[in-house]
């Protein structure tokens, strides 16, 4: 039996390594997630400024054109005021001509600051491009760093899996079972020592029958509290071992000094 709980005492380093392992290759590509949707959402909205930029460069040239044509309008007009000959002619062309002159002065403003406004998206969308593509950078440098440990870590889980076959052909099946399960649920502590007839995982006294049926070592004995397999360790402290056999008397007595007072 004690080359079984060797074995175990072996088996557990070597489970709790690789299931560390598995949990942080699985972790893997949660690493990069963050980081890739970052970087997706601003190449998205890097296209949507980029259309509107697009749009208002469009918008620019049609209020451009506006000015021209209310330009040539009003030159039109003006040249017109040297073949007016009467009052009525005169007053109707020069409404034409202030209307137009507004228009065009209107049409300037605003082309003033559709430009401004174009000039301010266009450097934004400059910097933007400039941001996405170190960000690129850096999220293609560290796929690669994580790729890169995760096949080291691979590797190694491949050795682990190597080491626990050499260890467990010719155990128990539904010990190796419960074994690993209590490897994953308790941080990798599956087997531990009963110390003066308390169980050292879980530091629960437990019954003197059961501490001598674990040093029998006749069987694999789990933790009636935690679940964790058990091996006897020598070296129990007398007054501990005594403590523990007085406990179940020591409960009787307390309960007898009870009744008698209660009948006093």
């Known amino acids: 039996m004690e080359a079984t709980f060797e074995k175990l005492r072996t088996l557990q380093d070597i489970l709790y390594a690789k299931f560390k392992l598995e949990k942080e290759i699985n ?7 963050t980081k890739t949707e970052v970087l997706n959402r601003a190449k998205k909205a890097f296209i ?7 749009q208002a460069k469009a918008k620019v040239r049609r209020m451009v054109l506006e000015l021209a044509d209310a330009t040539k309008k009003r030159e039109e007009y003006e040249k ?13 062309l020069d409404k034409e001509i202030r209307d137009a002159t507004e228009k065009e002065q209107l049409l300037r403003k605003d082309i003033q600051k559709e430009e401004k406004d174009l000039e301010d998206l266009l450097l934004t969308l400059e910097k933007q491009e400039r941001q996405i593509s170190l960000d690129e950078e850096e999220l293609k440098e560290e796929s690669d760093k994580i790729q890169a440990e995760g096949a080291s870590k691979r590797s190694r889980h491949a050795e682990l899996l190597g080491e626990e076959k050499a260890i467990t052909p010719g155990m128990d099946e539904d010990i190796l079972f419960k074994f690993e399960r209590i490897i994953r649920n308790k941080e990798g502590l599956g087997i531990v020592p009963v110390v003066n007839g308390c169980c050292s995982g879980c530091h629960i006294i ?12 006749n069987s694999i004995r789990f933790c009636p509290y935690c679940s964790r397999i058990l091996y006897f360790q020598s070296g129990m402290d007398p007054a501990k ?5 007085a406990g179940s008397l020591a409960e ?11 009948e006093e």
């Open 27 to 33: 972790e893997i590509p949660k690493a990069l997630v």
């Open 48 to 54: 949507e400024r980029n259309e509107q930029g697009e």
């Open 80 to 92: 017109q005021m040297d073949l007016i000959k009467t009052q009525k002619e005169y007053e109707a």
């Open 206 to 217: 437990l019954p003197m029958q059961f501490v001598n049926e674990v040093r029998d070592q």
């Open 241 to 245: 071992r005594d403590q523990i056999e």
């Open 252 to 262: 009787l007595v307390d309960e007898e000094e009870e009744t008698e007072a209660d």
